[in-house]
């Protein structure tokens, strides 16, 4: 039985683990720990010639593992957020020493290399989560973190720098359920501004967000899910907009995005993705767009209050997180080196650095 099949969903949607002990800490970084290391398999998007094909530990010193890059970015991520949360984490010793292995001054700099020759690699949500990861080695007050943000400042620079430049100006938005997704990258850009005070990039954040998404009314919800989603494009919406609109905007807002959450075509937001027993591969993401889908509806229902759509998002969070755990941690690569993040921005989305107050 593995330690969150008996977790209590209305815990786990509080967005806090304080109920969460050592087995629930060591089985959520065993898949990241793991695949931080794994070089192979890996995505290679682009080979040039037959003498070009890359290495990824050669192109991506610091993350070239998990498959691809993003993962390897997000999976750090949920490690070192989890040395934040989890006091005493049982394994600690093996993920300081693998990060240490890896977060090196000269490491860093290829990496900031290679974006300065591939200036739209992982744009946006490489670039997202990379930002995440310096938010919450900023959060932490530990001479560990300390230094490895101090190691990563160059490419978090970057990242910052492309994102101002590259992304925010951006003149529609993307609104698709996988990597390209504006409203996500944008929520996590907004975290990262906050959680280390960067005033200017916030407001600009809020004004792209606004030019992008305030006028949209009436989503058309039963295009959900298209193909192999790991996000809701409406909901990762309306968890970017709860983050800059003030509770009585949001509700007007909301309102005219879902003219009635509990009726058809919207009430189908409610309800999770079917997954058989044996899914695998790409259908994966369906387990990841349960997840995100439960984060976003949690937060939506914190937000909304005592409004009658607070209910609902509530109890659909419930039954997405139940959803997204029975299958999150399979032994099939194609999952496992990625949903362990997800279940963790899950279960401690109320602990700093996601949508902060």
């Not at 490690?79 to 005493?88: A, K, T, Y």
Request: with cysteine; charged share 25%; glycine share 6%.
């Amino acid at each position: 039985m593995h330690p969150l099949d008996a977790a209590d969903t209305a815990a786990v949607c509080s967005g806090r683990s304080g109920w969460a002990g050592p087995a629930v800490a060591e089985a959520l970084a065993h898949a990241p720990l793991d695949a931080i290391d794994t070089e192979y398999p890996h995505d290679v998007h682009a080979v040039e010639s037959p003498d070009s094909v890359p290495v990824p530990s050669e192109q991506h010193p610091v993350f070239f593992g998990c498959y691809d890059w993003h993962s390897a970015v997000h999976s750090h991520w949920a490690l070192v957020r989890q040395l934040r949360l989890f006091e005493d984490h049982p394994d600690e010793t093996a993920i300081v020493r693998s990060i240490d292995d890896r977060l090196t001054d000269a490491t860093v700099a290829r990496e900031v290399a290679y974006f300065d020759e591939h200036e739209s690699f992982e744009k946006p949500y490489g670039w997202a989560w990379l930002l995440h990861l310096a938010a919450e080695l900023r959060r932490w007050d530990d001479e560990r973190a300390d230094r490895w943000s101090g190691t990563l400042e160059p490419l978090e620079a970057r990242v910052v720098d492309l994102v101002e430049g590259e992304f925010l100006p951006q003149n529609r938005a993307f609104r698709v359920g996988t990597h390209g997704n504006t409203a996500f990258a944008l929520h996590c850009v907004l975290d990262y501004a906050r959680s280390v005070g960067n005033g200017s990039l916030e407001s600009a954040v809020v004004d792209t967000s606004l030019r992008l998404f305030e006028d949209d009314t009436d989503y058309p919800v039963e295009y959900e899910p298209l193909g192999w989603d790991f996000l809701s494009p409406a909901l990762t919406e309306a968890d970017l907009l709860r983050r800059i609109l003030d509770r009585e905007a949001f509700t007007t807002w909301v309102e005219r995005f879902f003219p009635e959450v509990t009726d058809a075509p919207y009430s189908d937001l409610l309800s999770p993705v079917g997954l058989d027993d044996d899914s695998g591969g790409v259908a994966l993401h369906l387990v990841g767009l349960n997840l995100s889908k439960a984060w976003a509806m949690a937060g939506l229902a914190d937000t909304l209050g005592d409004h009658r759509y607070a209910g609902p998002f509530e109890r659909a969070a419930q039954d997405h997180a139940a959803a997204g755990i029975d299958h999150a941690f399979t032994d099939d690569y194609a999952g496992s080196h990625w949903l362990s993040s997800f279940v963790l921005y899950l279960l401690t989305r109320n602990e700093g650095g996601i949508a902060p107050a």
